[in-house]
DNA sequence: GTCTATAACTGGATAGAC
DNA sequence: GTCTATCCAGTTATAGAC
């Protein structure tokens, strides 16, 4: 891999000269594994499962290589469990942010109001936390549009929490057809993970102009950009 | 690759026993360097650039792999070949179409024209052309939500045309801010590639209803839905 | 838990016969 | 142009000392 530092920089980043003495312990002691996770996360949004090995984890972290299949078995298990981790976290919160909505506004709720209650737990968690929540998005992102076993994973991880939201669009849009309802959230969920692939072709295209982790400017404008699709796709049909 | 026929099926598929015969000759006789890029485009478009190998590209043709090395160099020098071979031919129609419209429209040019101009002649290769075009746009949609070298290559690709979809928008929407229109645009490419990417994710999560590949059903409702969002998004702000 | 060492194998790439 | 044979760096994964 470290063998073609050429042209387009399909590459990852060239390793890191092995680390001489161990990962520094005491005041930063998160977890072996935790550390690991990060390190896994970060290196697995930029290249993909295929563009990392072991060792760039172990190396990217100080730990040893032989530590990783310690805490995690394979490379694919040290993967699944990145994915995996916050997930759960994050959809849990959308969950519950829908069941509040649905609960407060019932007969009332808004395209914009079910969508704000489905993205912002997960934008929030991009504009505020620490960069792993950012490294983790850029995976989904880069998931979500590979073929196959990309679209196995996301439907294993998000069916749930997506099927809820269009089960509240339905009642939001009464008139919509399903395959309206089906096709514009495909156009949605597409705008959202380029959005956390953070990839930074918005921001050189606009030179500078604009970027795709400046969630302050997207999240509103995305919101209502969305509605406005629903509202013009999912209306009644001749 | 092949150790891992595990869990998530994340593997590429398992590499054929190899040809025994030689690529046969005569009634079907591509140039071999058109076969070996199909071969190529076919799994980079499945498994990203790292998860396919010189080898599994030479067996997926039955081609030697030494002559893929002969054609291409390197395999990195392959997959810059395979990305550029279509994308200058739909990018030139694409330029054409814009041109063509904005000469016959003029001021009177909308928001659903020029999408449709921008849009079309990508979206047409897609819904009859050879399966090669399909896994083509399924590459562009993987390098698109790749951080770094992915965004990279795109703006090296696609700048131009998209400089001239929004400078025919501006005009389209007189009163739209910058900003505004590097967001939305944003967002169409997302409902795009995530479209182009062709994942089937659409497909399981509709039970069957709705299919990512279904162009003639997709079309007009993205155009539609990005209308209706540009217009949204980009009215005068106080 | 952590490290060294190494087994077992795959990868890109090339030299050289035909 | 095409194939065989091969080089060797780099890969996952594990055994075993500390």
Redesign the interface.
Known sequence: ?TR?P?????APAARKPRAVGRRPKGADNKETATVILDAAEKLF???????VTVRAVADECGVDSALVHYYFG????L??AVFARRTELVNQDRMDAMTRYEEEYGDGMTVEGVATAFLMPLLDRVRHSDPGWKNYF?LV??V????????????AHF?PV??RFIALLQRALPDAG???L??????????????L??????D???DG??S?SDIE??AP??I??????????CKPRT
Not at 74 to 77: E, F, M
């Open positions: 891999m073609t050429d042209s387009k920089s399909l949004s930029a290249n993909g499962f295929y563009g394979t490379k694919q298990a993967f699944d850029a992102g880069l979500n549009n590979s073929r196959d076993w990309g679209a196995k994973t996301m439907t069916d997506v099927r399903t395959e309206d089906f096709f514009s959230y495909h156009f949605l969920t597409g705008a959202l993970t380029l959005t692939s953070d990839t930074g072709r918005l050189r295209l606009s102009r604009c795709s400017a997207i404008r995305m209502e950009y969305a509605a406005a699709g629903f509202r013009a796709v």
